[in-house]
């Protein structure tokens, strides 16, 4: 599977566009390349490797479902539940930066999801634009619900 391509995807939370290009994911978008993306993981192994878990929040972290998380260093990310089919996607590629397939601020649309994106994984169930994931920012101490 080729990293540079835009998917088109139904993820764990909503419809959405999965690639590990984040400039490209801005550029469809439509959004400032300033403004920074999530990444979705397959594993706690990975996050990991990518960031460090202030120890007041290891445990909340770890059982978080849906649910993404902005760290110290100011990258966010969200582990994908190993029981959701979205997951047999994203453990190809151990991370990848996800957004939501649709113009920045406004509701799904199938024929801009089509349009701009190069691969196109769907299931049985086909796209559906489910509630979007909580975010939490994370201090040393503190706890800060953003979504």
């Keep these: 599977m080729d990293t540079n391509l835009i998917y088109l995807v139904q993820t764990d ?12 994911l801005s550029t469809v978008k439509r959004r400032p390349a300033s403004q920074k993306i999530l990444q979705t ?8 490797k990518n960031t460090r878990i202030p120890k007041e929040h290891r445990k909340r972290v770890r059982n978080a ?9 100011l990258d966010s990310f969200r582990v994908v539940d190993r029981n ?21 601020k406004k509701s799904f649309e199938k ?20 509630i979007s ?9 503190k706890l800060k619900r953003i979504r």
């Excluded at 939370?13 to 690639?19: A, D, H, N, P, Q």
């Excluded at 993981?41 to 990991?48: I, M, P």
């Excluded at 959701?84 to 920045?104: C, G, L, R, V, W």
């Design 84 to 104: 959701d089919k979205f997951h047999s996607f994203i453990k190809k590629f151990k991370a990848q930066y996800s957004t939501s397939a649709n113009h920045t």
């Design 41 to 48: 993981l397959d594993s706690f192994a990975t996050l990991k």
């Design 65 to 73: 479902k849906k649910t993404t998380f902005i760290y110290p260093n």
């Design 133 to 141: 994931s909580s975010i939490y920012l994370l201090k040393k101490r």
């Design 13 to 24: 939370t909503t419809v959405g566009f999965s690639s590990a290009n984040d400039e490209k």
């Design 111 to 130: 024929d801009f999801a089509l349009a701009n994106c190069d691969v196109i994984v769907s299931t049985k169930d086909g796209f559906s634009e489910k």
